[in-house]
């Protein structure tokens, strides 16, 4: 919610009075020529024979000459104008289905370099972070699952929050070592199916092995997600050479057939990513074909500030006047 303040003036002509009341100001201090009058008596002319006006005097008038400042500016209608933009979902809903098997432990994620090389796991919080960054109007939740699933997110607007999450995720955040990519599929559906007014429900899979635990397997939990109309993106992520870790020694590294089925089955699509510029441009892929536009309505508040000014006028006036009357006479 953006806000936008502004310092303005509703009647800014009554501003040209102030070079005039100022210029006024000076004049008066200025010495005049000295005036002379013909008649029998003095008695007539007394006034101008007087001694100058004291301090509180021409205090006085410079009191008045700043209530009629304030004054001028009362009249412009000094105002501030809040400007707030409000942003509502944009109606797609995005769980994150994310891998903390201990194989995402691998350093064979090159990076944009190809000089060096990140885990499966630092690869993935990056662009997944960078992703959840760019999705400012989607509502987003992360799932997180290696042989048990742990939702660690609702669906939010709060991404602040979401990226947190992703941030802080190791290879011991789920203390059960293993595959339970069915099992991660139903908590995430579960969490997008409670949604109702929703225009498109997604789940983004990002895994580096195949399913070897959990009571649900993949294909079926993809068939039960279709049902409810949410599309499955799988992400496949790592190389062959680095799945072979004692991790992965008696299970096949990656079962690409059973991802590319499950999205086919929800109407998703399938990515492989063998590295990091590679997982980049795959969530890229997702981020260009998931996109509808947001409503925004801009409200604009004012508050008028011509009190304050009005009741310094007052104040000046009130003070201008109570000199002019209490200051004792010039003496003849």
């Not at 989607?138 to 699933?149: E, N, P, Q, S």
């Not at 397997?217 to 409810?228: F, H, N, Q």
């Not at 004692?246 to 990515?271: S, V």
């Not at 004012?302 to 000199?323: H, I, K, R, V």
Request: net charge positive.
């Amino acid at each position: 919610m953006p806000a936008d303040t502004q310092y303005l003036f509703a009647s800014p002509e009554w501003l040209y009075a102030i070079p005039l009341l100022l210029a006024c100001l000076i004049l008066r201090r200025r010495r005049g020529s000295s005036g002379s009058i013909d008649h029998p008596t003095i008695r007539f002319v007394r006034i101008w024979t007087q001694k100058p006006d004291s301090l509180a005097g021409r205090l006085g008038s410079f009191l008045f000459v700043l209530g009629a400042v304030a004054l001028a500016i009362a009249l412009a209608r000094p105002q501030i104008q809040n400007s707030h933009t409000y942003s509502t979902a944009s109606g797609i809903d995005i769980m994150i289905a994310f891998d903390l098997s201990g194989s995402m432990e691998a350093n064979d994620m090159a990076t944009e370099s190809y000089r060096s090389k990140i885990s499966r796991l630092q690869a993935a919080q990056e662009v997944v972070d960078h992703f959840i960054e760019q999705r400012p109007n989607d509502r987003l939740g992360v799932v997180a699952f290696a042989a048990l699933t742990k939702a660690c997110s609702p669906l939010t607007l709060d991404h602040r929050l979401v990226r947190q999450i992703v941030r802080r995720f190791s290879l011991n955040f789920i203390p059960a070592d293993g595959t339970a990519i069915g099992s991660a599929i139903a908590l995430a559906a579960t969490r997008l199916a409670e949604r109702k007014d929703t225009k498109s429900k997604i789940i983004i899979l990002v895994t580096d092995g195949a399913n070897n635990t959990g009571e649900l397997s993949p294909i079926e939990a993809a068939r039960e997600a279709a049902k409810l109309g949410i599309r499955i993106y799988t992400i496949a992520i790592g190389t062959d050479e680095g799945s072979r870790t004692p991790y992965m020694r008696n299970i096949d590294a990656f079962d690409e057939k059973t991802l590319k089925e499950i999205a086919r089955i929800t109407g998703g699509e399938h990515f492989r990513a063998s590295n990091s510029p590679n997982l980049k441009a795959a969530f890229g892929t997702i981020d260009k074909l998931e996109k509808t536009e947001a409503k925004k309505r801009n409200i604009v508040t004012t508050e008028e500030l011509f009190p304050y000014a009005l009741m310094a006028a007052a104040a000046f006036l009130a003070a201008g006047l109570a000199l002019h009357i209490l200051r004792p006479h010039p003496a003849p």
